[in-house]
T-cell receptor, first 114, second 116 residues
């Protein structure tokens, strides 16, 4: 079984400031980890994913995340927030074996102020 | 089409009526998923189809919910005798082969269901 915890249902930053969205997971086997973004009234778009290999993963729109096995974390960061980054962000986990599906966190709404 | 296509995009129905939601996955994708997104519940897994294997129905909330996938492509999610708590966005997704092999899961725009 697997689960995901996202700390903070809302995160507010100023434009140009660092974005840090936290995600911790639990998994019985080595997981695959994902971040998805959802803009208002739209579906989910993949930002980045970790499957194997390099633990620092770069995604679209300047976002990156680092898989830290010892901390069971996969936090999402962006050095400088832009107004267009305002959206809801979902962390998700999938087992890397068998027929597995995505288990999502509750989501974090990112608010960006001028 | 280039992406996962869902219809209708919006549906308002009366309590007690049946509804059907359709999903057309990305061409060639053998895996298809249904999720439900509602306020306070986040994203809930409903059902998963993988090729010709028996679907994983473990997420369906009640026997009023069912889904089928014809010819390994288009899928229909049916909700019978709708209740107000069924109001949510129903998201369909697909992936190339088994997602646990690292394949990306792509989501559609969702079907917004309102039960009045």
């Amino acid at each position: 079984a697997q689960s995901v915890t996202q700390l903070g249902s809302h995160v507010s930053v100023s434009e140009g400031a660092l974005v840090l969205l936290r995600c911790n997971y639990s998994s019985s086997v080595p997981p695959y980890l994902f971040w998805y973004v959802q803009y208002p009234n739209q579906g989910l778009q993949l930002l980045l994913k970790y499957t194997t290999g390099a633990t620092l993963v770069k995604g679209i729109n300047g976002f990156e995340a680092e898989f830290k096995k010892s901390e069971t974390s996969f936090h999402l960061t962006k050095p400088s927030a832009h107004m267009s980054d305002a959206a809801e962000y979902f962390c998700a986990v999938m087992l890397n074996s068998g027929y597995s599906t995505l288990t999502f966190g509750k989501g974090t709404m990112l608010l960006v102020s001028p | 089409g280039a992406g996962v296509s869902q219809s209708p995009s919006n549906k308002v129905t009366e309590k007690g009526k049946d509804v059907e939601l359709r999903c057309d996955p990305i061409s060639g994708h053998t895996a298809l998923y249904w999720y439900r997104q509602s306020l306070g519940q986040g994203l809930e897994f409903l059902i998963y189809f993988q090729g010709n294997s028996a679907p994983d129905k473990s997420g369906l909330p009640s026997d009023r919910f069912s889904a089928e996938r014809t010819g390994g492509s288009v899928s229909t999610l049916t909700i019978q005798r709708t209740q107000q708590e069924d109001s949510a966005v129903y998201l369909c997704a697909s992936s190339l082969a088994k997602a646990s092999s690292g394949n990306t899961i792509y989501f559609g725009e969702g079907s917004w269901l309102t039960v009045v």
